[in-house]
């Protein structure tokens, strides 16, 4: 069965494309949660302007990714934080902390699910810090936390 899709579905396609599905599939699961609809003239020209809807507000967010990557990429962010004589953080600098440095360091707004740690900063120092700002746009960013007096 020929279903649209109404949302990006994993495994199965993005929004707008002409999936061909198990019947089962789609009358039990895809329609009835409003994932897709079953495919028709009107339906395929809807997917169309659907798809073009996406590609071009992908293309935004991306240029969006972009600029905000070329302001981050020399930045060197300095984040206050507790810490012990022996530089150990009483706490840890996480996305949030981070997020708040950019916005008053570099004056860019970015989601604290942009930032990519392995496990939060718990010593005092230099360190590099991955921002996924989009699928295509990724910039490693030095932060410099520093202990408060």
Same mark, same amino acid.
């Given at each position: /069965?020929?279903?649209?899709?109404?949302?990006?579905?994993?495994?199965?396609?993005?929004?707008?494309?002409?999936?061909?599905?198990?019947?089962?599939?789609?009358?039990?699961?895809?329609?009835?949660?409003?994932?897709?609809?079953?495919?028709?003239?009107?339906? #395929?020209?809807?997917?169309?302007? /659907?798809?073009?809807?996406?590609?071009?507000?992908?293309?935004?967010?991306?240029?969006?990714?972009?600029?905000?990557?070329?302001?981050?990429?020399?930045?060197?962010?300095?984040?206050?934080?507790?810490?012990?004589?022996?530089?150990?953080?009483?706490?840890?600098?996480?996305?949030? #902390?981070?997020?708040?440095?950019?916005?008053?360091?570099?004056?860019?707004?970015?989601?604290?699910?942009?930032?990519?740690?392995?496990?939060?900063?718990?010593?005092?120092?230099?360190?590099?810090?991955?921002?996924?700002?989009?699928?295509?746009?990724?910039?490693?960013?030095?932060?410099?936390?520093?202990?408060?007096?």
């Amino acid at each position: /069965m020929k279903v649209v899709l109404r949302a990006d579905v994993d495994g199965l396609g993005r929004k707008g494309d002409v999936c061909d599905v198990a019947a089962g599939y789609a009358r039990n699961y895809l329609v009835p949660k409003g994932l897709a609809l079953k495919s028709s003239a009107g339906a #395929e020209r809807q997917a169309e302007a /659907m798809r073009r809807s996406a590609a071009l507000r992908r293309a935004a967010d991306r240029a969006a990714a972009t600029e905000i990557a070329v302001r981050l990429a020399p930045a060197v962010l300095a984040v206050p934080a507790r810490a012990a004589e022996s530089g150990h953080l009483y706490g840890s600098v996480g996305p949030v #902390e981070i997020v708040a440095a950019v916005e008053s360091q570099v004056g860019a707004v970015v989601d604290s699910k942009a930032v990519v740690l392995e496990a939060p900063i718990r010593e005092t120092g230099s360190h590099t810090v991955l921002f996924r700002l989009h699928d295509d746009v990724e910039v490693p960013v030095t932060v410099e936390v520093t202990a408060l007096d």
